[in-house]
Every structure is written in structure tokens, then in C-alpha cells.
T-cell receptor, first 117, second 112 residues
């Protein structure tokens, strides 16, 4: 099973709302990622968790707050977002990351379409 | 910086061949190739590690020249199912695939 599951698939939220995106994988992967993708653009890395610890934050605004409760789950908490934050948010996972080596396939979920009104 | 892909878009008839190029300004350890159909998640195609290797996957193959920091994806005898946007993802030498950066994308349209 090479599946990364994301919920919800679609989310509309106001600028004062608090919501969360959820991601789950059962492949035993120890690296999990959040990417943001705007229309007709490539995915942009937001956060990386390695062994449930935040290892990379690509200078993402604090209104996005990631959380990794355990090795299978990854959340993205959203608060006071702006309309320009509307995008497809992709979760991904891969086998344990090793600095200086690469070659692990990154598996993506179907994404959560977020609209901020 | 983001890897640059060329061409930006290409339209082919079914059965024709295509080449998609990916060029980086940074030293690379690996190149990953993905295809994304509209409204769907990126789907992994293949990874190439430094060593100038070439890999194949049925009618889709790729090469990686780490000295030139370039990779090319070859699609032969294209099928309708090949339509989509192709992204290369590059990992720098000093990081693993934690730091995968996607290229600008190439939109491929296959027509009957």
C-alpha cells in the first residue's frame, strides 16, 4: 500500500477561522512533508518532519502551524489565513531521510484544496 | 533557486516522441521526475542518482549528467495517458531528498 491519505479534500474558511488539514500514511515512512501548490505552479516545500521532529521550515508564516503527533500522522493547523493562501496543500512521505544521501521515493497524497474567503 | 525546465509546453500526436529537460544552477545529488494530471497529486516516475546514470521505465527513460547539473526525460511512442505536467525535483548535494525542489514544469498534451 503506497497511499498517503489527506482530509478534507476541499476546505473553505474565513480569514478569522481556525481549521486543520490532516494527513496519514501507513507505509512506515519516517519523513513527512507539507507542500503548497498554486495553480499552474510547481509544489513548494513548506515543512519537513523527520522522525516526528520538525527538521525544515521554509520560512513559512506562523499562521501555518505543523504538528506531527506520531509517525503516521501529520497535521497542518491554519489560523488567520489570507486569501492569497488559497492553494492545493499536498502532504507527502518517504522512508527515513539520511542527510547526504537521497534516492527515497516521495509519495504524495491527493491534496487538500483550500479556499480562504 | 528553482530548476528550469524546457520546453514549458508541448503538444504531440499519439505515437510521437518527446524530450523534457531540467537544468539546475546548483550541484545535485539526485533528480526525481513526477507527472501530475490536472486536479491530482504528483505521481512518481523515477529517481536518478549522481553517477550519470540512465534509467528506463517502459517507454519512459531519463538521464542525469551531474557535471552539467542537467537531466532529461525521454518519452517514446507517446500515449494519451502521458498527458499532464511533468516536474523534475532536484536534491542538492548537502541534503537528502528532504530538500527536494521542483522545477518550473512542462505541460505535455497528447492528441489522437
Amino acid at each position: 500500500d503506497t497511499e498517503v491519505t489527506q482530509t478534507p479534500k476541499h476546505l473553505v474558511m474565513g480569514m478569522t477561522n481556525k481549521k486543520s488539514l490532516k494527513c496519514e500514511q501507513h507505509m512506515g515512512h519516517r519523513a513527512m512533508y507539507w507542500y503548497k501548490q498554486k495553480a499552474k505552479k510547481p509544489p513548494e516545500l513548506m515543512f519537513v518532519y523527520s522522525y516526528e521532529k520538525l527538521s525544515i521550515n521554509e520560512s513559512v508564516p506562523s499562521r501555518f502551524s505543523p504538528e506531527c503527533p506520531n509517525s503516521s500522522l501529520l497535521n497542518l493547523h491554519l489560523h488567520a489565513l489570507q486569501p492569497e493562501d488559497s492553494a492545493l496543500y499536498l502532504c507527502a512521505s518517504s522512508q527515513e531521510p539520511i542527510r547526504g544521501l537521497s534516492g527515497n521515493t516521495i509519495y504524495f497524497g491527493e491534496g487538500s484544496w483550500l479556499t480562504v474567503v | 533557486q528553482q530548476p528550469v525546465q524546457s520546453p514549458q509546453a508541448v503538444i504531440l500526436r499519439e505515437g510521437e516522441d518527446a524530450v523534457i529537460n531540467c537544468s539546475s544552477s546548483k550541484a545535485l545529488y539526485s533528480v526525481h521526475w513526477y507527472r501530475q494530471k490536472h486536479g491530482e497529486a504528483p505521481v512518481f516516475l523515477m529517481i536518478l542518482l549522481k553517477g550519470g546514470e540512465q534509467k528506463g521505465h517502459e517507454k519512459i527513460s531519463a538521464s542525469f549528467n551531474e557535471k552539467k547539473q542537467q537531466s532529461s526525460l525521454y518519452l517514446t511512442a507517446s500515449q494519451l495517458s502521458y498527458s499532464g505536467t511533468y516536474f523534475c525535483g532536484t536534491a542538492p548535494v548537502n541534503f537528502g531528498n528532504e530538500k527536494l525542489t521542483f522545477g518550473t514544469g512542462t505541460r505535455l498534451t497528447i492528441i489522437p
